[in-house]
Protein backbone atom coordinates (compact mmCIF):
# COMPACT_ATOMS: atom_id res chain seq x y z
CA UNK A 1 0.00 0.00 0.00
CA UNK A 2 3.12 2.02 0.50
CA UNK A 3 5.63 1.46 -1.84
CA UNK A 4 7.49 4.47 -1.35
CA UNK A 5 8.63 3.59 1.98
CA UNK A 6 9.20 0.41 1.30
CA UNK A 7 11.10 1.17 -1.10
CA UNK A 8 12.95 3.13 1.50
CA UNK A 9 12.97 0.75 4.37
CA UNK A 10 14.97 -1.80 1.71
CA UNK A 11 17.12 0.46 -0.51
CA UNK A 12 19.80 -1.40 1.11
CA UNK A 13 17.96 -4.94 -0.29
CA UNK A 14 17.48 -3.45 -3.67
CA UNK A 15 21.18 -2.41 -4.31
CA UNK A 16 22.21 -5.49 -2.99
CA UNK A 17 19.88 -6.99 -6.00
CA UNK A 18 21.18 -4.65 -8.21
CA UNK A 19 24.67 -5.62 -7.60
CA UNK A 20 24.01 -9.12 -7.86
CA UNK A 21 22.24 -8.96 -11.19
CA UNK A 22 25.57 -7.10 -12.82
CA UNK A 23 27.99 -8.65 -11.42
CA UNK A 24 26.88 -12.09 -11.98
CA UNK A 25 26.71 -10.98 -15.46
CA UNK A 26 30.05 -10.34 -15.64
CA UNK A 27 31.48 -13.16 -14.36
CA UNK A 28 31.07 -15.02 -18.17
CA UNK A 29 33.47 -11.82 -19.87
CA UNK A 30 35.92 -12.33 -16.42
CA UNK A 31 36.23 -16.32 -17.29
CA UNK A 32 36.84 -15.28 -20.87
CA UNK A 33 39.68 -12.88 -19.88
CA UNK A 34 40.89 -15.05 -17.65
CA UNK A 35 41.45 -18.54 -18.86
CA UNK A 36 43.18 -16.56 -22.26
CA UNK A 37 46.67 -17.78 -22.11
CA UNK A 38 46.16 -19.87 -18.37
CA UNK A 39 45.35 -23.21 -17.81
CA UNK A 40 41.39 -22.84 -17.34
CA UNK A 41 40.81 -25.86 -14.85
CA UNK A 42 43.69 -24.35 -12.57
CA UNK A 43 42.11 -20.60 -13.19
CA UNK A 44 38.78 -21.80 -11.58
CA UNK A 45 39.85 -23.96 -9.33
CA UNK A 46 42.47 -20.76 -7.78
CA UNK A 47 39.77 -18.57 -7.41
CA UNK A 48 36.96 -21.15 -5.64
CA UNK A 49 39.96 -22.42 -2.94
CA UNK A 50 40.66 -19.00 -2.65
CA UNK A 51 37.48 -17.87 -2.07
CA UNK A 52 36.85 -20.46 0.36
CA UNK A 53 39.62 -19.81 2.28
CA UNK A 54 38.83 -16.18 2.95
CA UNK A 55 35.27 -17.31 3.93
CA UNK A 56 36.37 -20.14 6.01
CA UNK A 57 38.45 -17.18 7.57
CA UNK A 58 35.39 -14.47 8.44
CA UNK A 59 33.27 -16.82 9.62
CA UNK A 60 34.09 -16.60 12.93
CA UNK A 61 33.82 -13.09 12.67
CA UNK A 62 29.94 -13.85 11.73
CA UNK A 63 29.35 -16.01 14.38
CA UNK A 64 28.95 -18.97 12.39
CA UNK A 65 29.76 -22.49 14.04
CA UNK A 66 29.76 -25.90 12.34
CA UNK A 67 29.77 -29.33 13.57
CA UNK A 68 31.45 -31.69 10.80
CA UNK A 69 29.36 -34.34 10.86
CA UNK A 70 30.14 -36.84 7.73
CA UNK A 71 26.25 -36.27 6.13
CA UNK A 72 26.60 -32.88 6.25
CA UNK A 73 29.80 -32.46 4.68
CA UNK A 74 28.67 -34.68 2.14
CA UNK A 75 25.75 -33.29 1.50
CA UNK A 76 27.70 -30.35 0.19
CA UNK A 77 30.62 -32.01 -1.65
CA UNK A 78 28.64 -33.26 -4.04
CA UNK A 79 26.86 -30.54 -5.07
CA UNK A 80 30.04 -28.16 -5.14
CA UNK A 81 32.02 -31.12 -7.32
CA UNK A 82 28.73 -31.17 -9.39
CA UNK A 83 28.11 -27.21 -9.93
CA UNK A 84 31.27 -25.72 -9.46
CA UNK A 85 33.76 -28.14 -10.38
CA UNK A 86 31.97 -30.22 -13.43
CA UNK A 87 29.68 -26.84 -14.01
CA UNK A 88 31.72 -23.70 -13.51
CA UNK A 89 34.88 -24.90 -13.95
CA UNK A 90 34.24 -26.39 -17.86
CA UNK A 91 32.04 -23.86 -18.58
CA UNK A 92 35.58 -21.75 -17.67
CA UNK A 93 37.61 -24.46 -19.88
CA UNK A 94 34.71 -24.22 -22.70
CA UNK A 95 35.14 -20.23 -22.90
CA UNK A 96 38.79 -20.89 -24.03
CA UNK A 97 37.21 -21.44 -27.64
CA UNK A 98 33.51 -20.07 -27.80
CA UNK A 99 32.26 -16.77 -27.14
CA UNK A 100 31.43 -15.53 -23.06
CA UNK A 101 27.50 -14.45 -24.38
CA UNK A 102 27.28 -17.74 -26.33
CA UNK A 103 28.07 -19.87 -23.11
CA UNK A 104 25.57 -17.45 -21.30
CA UNK A 105 22.70 -18.05 -23.35
CA UNK A 106 23.36 -22.14 -23.19
CA UNK A 107 23.57 -21.86 -19.38
CA UNK A 108 20.48 -19.66 -19.29
CA UNK A 109 18.58 -23.24 -20.80
CA UNK A 110 19.72 -24.81 -17.21
CA UNK A 111 15.90 -24.69 -16.02
CA UNK A 112 14.95 -27.40 -18.99
CA UNK A 113 17.28 -29.45 -17.82
CA UNK A 114 15.96 -29.67 -14.38
CA UNK A 115 12.10 -30.27 -16.02
CA UNK A 116 14.00 -33.35 -17.67
CA UNK A 117 15.46 -34.81 -14.80
CA UNK A 118 12.42 -34.14 -12.52
CA UNK A 119 10.37 -35.72 -15.07
CA UNK A 120 12.60 -39.05 -15.32
CA UNK A 121 12.93 -39.35 -12.08
CA UNK A 122 9.27 -39.15 -11.64
CA UNK A 123 9.17 -36.22 -9.21
CA UNK A 124 8.01 -33.62 -11.95
CA UNK A 125 5.72 -35.51 -14.30
CA UNK A 126 2.51 -33.85 -13.58
CA UNK A 127 3.34 -30.76 -16.44
CA UNK A 128 0.84 -28.39 -16.99
CA UNK A 129 0.83 -25.81 -20.06
CA UNK A 130 3.20 -23.02 -18.73
CA UNK A 131 5.92 -25.59 -17.83
CA UNK A 132 5.12 -27.34 -21.55
CA UNK A 133 4.96 -23.96 -23.34
CA UNK A 134 8.60 -23.02 -21.34
CA UNK A 135 10.29 -26.20 -22.54
CA UNK A 136 9.22 -25.52 -26.22
CA UNK A 137 10.59 -22.28 -26.02
CA UNK A 138 13.42 -23.24 -24.49
CA UNK A 139 14.36 -26.06 -27.49
CA UNK A 140 12.97 -23.03 -30.27
CA UNK A 141 15.89 -21.05 -28.05
CA UNK A 142 18.94 -23.47 -28.59
CA UNK A 143 17.90 -23.87 -32.18
CA UNK A 144 18.22 -19.81 -32.62
CA UNK A 145 21.12 -19.87 -30.90
CA UNK A 146 23.03 -21.54 -33.25
CA UNK A 147 21.28 -19.92 -36.99
CA UNK A 148 24.25 -17.71 -36.79
CA UNK A 149 26.69 -20.47 -35.65
CA UNK A 150 26.55 -23.46 -37.72
CA UNK A 151 29.73 -23.54 -39.71
CA UNK A 152 31.57 -22.59 -36.60
CA UNK A 153 30.65 -26.10 -35.26
CA UNK A 154 32.99 -27.81 -37.93
CA UNK A 155 35.71 -26.16 -35.76
CA UNK A 156 36.55 -29.37 -33.49
CA UNK A 157 37.74 -27.05 -30.33
CA UNK A 158 34.40 -24.89 -30.74
CA UNK A 159 32.26 -27.88 -31.27
CA UNK A 160 33.32 -29.29 -28.21
CA UNK A 161 33.23 -26.15 -26.03
CA UNK A 162 29.87 -25.97 -27.16
CA UNK A 163 29.42 -29.63 -25.94
CA UNK A 164 31.05 -29.43 -22.60
CA UNK A 165 28.89 -26.00 -21.64
CA UNK A 166 26.10 -28.41 -22.36
CA UNK A 167 27.24 -31.06 -20.17
CA UNK A 168 28.18 -28.20 -17.39
CA UNK A 169 24.61 -26.81 -17.36
CA UNK A 170 23.32 -30.08 -17.23
CA UNK A 171 25.94 -30.57 -13.78
CA UNK A 172 24.60 -27.79 -12.57
CA UNK A 173 21.04 -28.67 -13.31
CA UNK A 174 22.05 -32.05 -10.97
CA UNK A 175 23.52 -30.47 -8.26
CA UNK A 176 21.10 -28.42 -7.84
CA UNK A 177 18.31 -31.05 -7.94
CA UNK A 178 20.53 -32.83 -5.26
CA UNK A 179 20.54 -30.18 -2.90
CA UNK A 180 17.17 -29.73 -2.93
CA UNK A 181 15.99 -33.46 -2.38
CA UNK A 182 18.81 -33.38 0.38
CA UNK A 183 17.18 -30.57 2.40
CA UNK A 184 20.09 -29.57 4.01
CA UNK A 185 19.56 -27.88 7.56
CA UNK A 186 23.09 -26.33 8.08
CA UNK A 187 23.92 -22.97 8.11
CA UNK A 188 23.93 -21.39 4.22
CA UNK A 189 27.59 -19.79 4.56
CA UNK A 190 28.74 -23.12 5.91
CA UNK A 191 27.37 -24.66 2.71
CA UNK A 192 28.85 -22.11 0.44
CA UNK A 193 32.10 -22.43 2.38
CA UNK A 194 32.14 -26.24 1.94
CA UNK A 195 31.02 -26.43 -1.75
CA UNK A 196 33.55 -23.54 -2.80
CA UNK A 197 36.00 -25.87 -1.38
CA UNK A 198 34.79 -29.16 -2.15
CA UNK A 199 34.69 -27.63 -6.19
CA UNK A 200 37.60 -26.05 -6.35
CA UNK A 201 39.65 -28.91 -4.69
CA UNK A 202 37.75 -31.10 -7.62
CA UNK A 203 39.35 -28.55 -10.48
CA UNK A 204 42.94 -28.46 -9.01
CA UNK A 205 43.07 -32.30 -9.26
CA UNK A 206 41.65 -32.26 -12.85
CA UNK A 207 44.00 -29.52 -13.81
CA UNK A 208 46.95 -31.87 -12.86
CA UNK A 209 45.81 -34.11 -15.53
CA UNK A 210 44.24 -31.56 -17.91
CA UNK A 211 46.44 -28.67 -18.03
CA UNK A 212 48.41 -27.32 -20.44
CA UNK A 213 51.31 -25.99 -17.76
CA UNK A 214 53.29 -24.41 -20.46
CA UNK A 215 50.57 -21.26 -20.74
CA UNK A 216 52.31 -20.73 -16.96
CA UNK A 217 55.05 -18.97 -18.61
CA UNK A 218 52.75 -16.69 -20.96
CA UNK A 219 49.89 -15.09 -18.12
CA UNK A 220 49.01 -11.57 -18.97
CA UNK A 221 48.00 -9.08 -16.23
CA UNK A 222 44.70 -9.37 -17.23
CA UNK A 223 44.23 -13.33 -16.49
CA UNK A 224 45.53 -12.22 -13.15
CA UNK A 225 43.12 -9.22 -12.70
CA UNK A 226 40.13 -11.35 -13.91
CA UNK A 227 40.92 -13.80 -10.99
CA UNK A 228 40.89 -11.12 -8.33
CA UNK A 229 38.05 -9.65 -9.47
CA UNK A 230 36.48 -13.31 -9.79
CA UNK A 231 37.76 -14.44 -6.79
CA UNK A 232 36.37 -11.14 -4.63
CA UNK A 233 33.25 -9.88 -6.32
CA UNK A 234 31.90 -12.70 -8.58
CA UNK A 235 32.51 -15.24 -5.28
CA UNK A 236 32.30 -13.38 -2.32
CA UNK A 237 30.26 -10.13 -2.73
CA UNK A 238 27.93 -11.01 -4.62
CA UNK A 239 26.99 -13.62 -2.82
CA UNK A 240 26.76 -12.10 0.00
CA UNK A 241 24.29 -9.55 -1.33
CA UNK A 242 22.68 -12.72 -2.74
CA UNK A 243 21.86 -13.26 0.57
CA UNK A 244 20.80 -10.46 2.19
CA UNK A 245 18.79 -9.31 -0.89
CA UNK A 246 16.65 -13.00 -0.53
CA UNK A 247 16.17 -12.66 3.37
CA UNK A 248 14.80 -8.71 2.70
CA UNK A 249 12.49 -9.00 -0.90
CA UNK A 250 10.06 -11.31 -1.73
CA UNK A 251 11.61 -14.77 -3.37
CA UNK A 252 10.10 -14.23 -6.82
CA UNK A 253 11.80 -10.56 -7.34
CA UNK A 254 15.08 -11.92 -6.43
CA UNK A 255 15.16 -14.55 -9.36
CA UNK A 256 15.16 -11.45 -11.98
CA UNK A 257 19.01 -11.97 -11.79
CA UNK A 258 18.57 -14.69 -13.42
CA UNK A 259 16.70 -13.14 -16.32
CA UNK A 260 19.51 -10.33 -16.76
CA UNK A 261 22.52 -11.92 -16.48
CA UNK A 262 22.42 -13.42 -19.60
CA UNK A 263 21.63 -10.24 -21.82
CA UNK A 264 24.53 -8.45 -19.38
CA UNK A 265 27.12 -11.27 -20.48
CA UNK A 266 25.85 -10.74 -24.64
CA UNK A 267 26.26 -6.94 -24.17
CA UNK A 268 29.89 -7.11 -22.77
CA UNK A 269 30.79 -9.79 -25.22
CA UNK A 270 30.06 -7.97 -28.30
CA UNK A 271 31.12 -4.12 -27.02
CA UNK A 272 34.41 -5.48 -25.05
CA UNK A 273 35.20 -8.64 -26.86
CA UNK A 274 33.78 -7.55 -30.05
CA UNK A 275 31.97 -10.84 -29.99
CA UNK A 276 29.14 -11.53 -32.56
CA UNK A 277 25.77 -10.45 -32.29
CA UNK A 278 22.94 -10.69 -34.90
CA UNK A 279 19.34 -10.19 -34.52
CA UNK A 280 18.76 -14.29 -34.52
CA UNK A 281 21.08 -13.76 -31.16
CA UNK A 282 18.56 -11.06 -29.86
CA UNK A 283 15.41 -13.56 -30.65
CA UNK A 284 17.40 -16.57 -29.66
CA UNK A 285 17.72 -14.32 -25.71
CA UNK A 286 14.07 -13.05 -25.57
CA UNK A 287 12.94 -16.65 -26.34
CA UNK A 288 14.81 -18.84 -24.21
CA UNK A 289 14.28 -16.14 -21.17
CA UNK A 290 10.89 -16.09 -21.93
CA UNK A 291 10.47 -20.07 -21.76
CA UNK A 292 12.14 -19.82 -18.16
CA UNK A 293 9.88 -17.61 -16.99
CA UNK A 294 7.14 -19.58 -18.01
CA UNK A 295 8.89 -23.26 -16.38
CA UNK A 296 9.03 -20.90 -13.55
CA UNK A 297 5.65 -19.81 -13.91
CA UNK A 298 4.57 -23.53 -14.03
CA UNK A 299 6.12 -24.86 -11.11
CA UNK A 300 4.86 -21.59 -9.07
CA UNK A 301 1.18 -22.64 -9.84
CA UNK A 302 1.44 -26.23 -9.05
CA UNK A 303 1.64 -25.52 -5.19
CA UNK A 304 -0.27 -22.99 -2.69
CA UNK A 305 1.18 -20.20 -2.68
CA UNK A 306 2.69 -19.89 1.26
CA UNK A 307 3.72 -23.40 0.10
CA UNK A 308 5.91 -21.77 -2.98
CA UNK A 309 7.01 -19.61 -0.88
CA UNK A 310 9.06 -21.52 2.18
CA UNK A 311 10.14 -23.92 -0.45
CA UNK A 312 11.38 -21.50 -2.67
CA UNK A 313 13.05 -20.05 -0.21
CA UNK A 314 15.25 -22.46 1.38
CA UNK A 315 15.78 -23.97 -1.98
CA UNK A 316 17.58 -20.27 -3.12
CA UNK A 317 19.32 -20.03 0.18
CA UNK A 318 21.03 -23.38 -0.70
CA UNK A 319 21.17 -22.88 -4.61
CA UNK A 320 24.23 -20.63 -3.89
CA UNK A 321 25.08 -19.42 -7.57
CA UNK A 322 28.70 -18.35 -7.63
CA UNK A 323 29.21 -18.27 -10.88
Known amino acids: MFPSCMFKENTRAY ?42 LVLPFLKKKFSFRYRDVIRQVIPGIL ?27 MPLYVVVINFITGDGRDL ?19 KDNLSDLGDARYFWGVIATFLASLAWAAGTIYM ?11 NTALQLT ?17 ELQTV ?9 YLILFGSLLSYFCYLYAIRNLPVGLVAVYAYINPFIAVGLGFLILNEKVTPYTAIAFAT ?8 N ?27
Open 297 to 323: AGYRKKKPREEVKDTAQAQTLEDTKVS
Open 180 to 190: KKSAATTDPYI
Open 128 to 146: NKKIVTGLLLGCVGIVLIF
Open 15 to 56: LALAVVCVVWGTTYLAMRVGVTGFPAFLFSGLRHCTAALILW
Open 288 to 295: TVTGVYFI
Open 220 to 228: SSDSIWALV
Open 83 to 109: MLGLGNGVIGWAEKYIPSGLAALIVSI
Open 198 to 214: SGGLSLILASFFLDDYS
